[in-house]
């Protein structure tokens, strides 16, 4: 239902509306948790149904009419169009006056300058070369030092059946 069919009707009516949206929303509700309901968006235009009816009985204890959000800013803009003068009419009002030549150019060389001074301002100071390191020690890597290990405990395990051999005789 739109808010225009819903202005056409007395308060006595829009109440007994919004007591039918509300006994509706009820059941949409249970239909919802049980799983039944089919249309979801029902639910929605519903709520929002409600919030119409809501809007217009308040506007109508109130005394004042609800207008649309929509309807109040084209009302705003138009207004503010018809205040305003035309551009034809601002061109009678002030003759066009053009500008020396010469007070262009020198206002466009000041900007030149202007500009000029805040780059080189700007700049940053030179970095410096950066301090030559001493070669670095060489690293023993992991290979090398298990190949170290093992080589260790070969030696270690061949000389045990040497001596083993040696007190036997």
Request: proline share 5%; no cysteine.
């Amino acid at each position: 239902m739109s808010a225009r069919e819903m202005r056409a009707k007395s308060s006595e009516e829009l109440g007994g509306t919004l007591v039918d949206l509300k006994k509706e929303q009820f059941n949409l509700r249970f239909q919802q948790a049980s799983g039944q309901l089919e249309n979801t968006a029902r639910v929605k235009t519903v709520r929002r149904d409600i919030a119409r009816v809501r809007t217009i009985l308040g506007a109508a204890q109130t005394g004042t009419v609800a207008v649309p959000v929509k309807e109040q800013k084209m009302a705003g803009k138009l207004a503010e169009k018809a205040a305003r003068p035309t551009a034809r009419e601002e061109a009678k009002k002030e003759p066009r006056k053009e500008p020396k030549k010469e007070g262009k150019i020198a206002a466009l060389r000041e900007k030149a300058k202007a500009v000029v001074k805040k780059a080189t301002a700007k700049k940053a100071p030179a970095k410096k070369a950066p301090a030559k390191k001493a070669p670095a020690k060489k690293a023993t890597t992991k290979k090398a030092t298990a190949k170290k290990a093992t080589a260790k405990k070969v030696t270690k395990t061949a000389k045990k059946p040497a001596k083993a051999a040696a007190k036997k005789a």
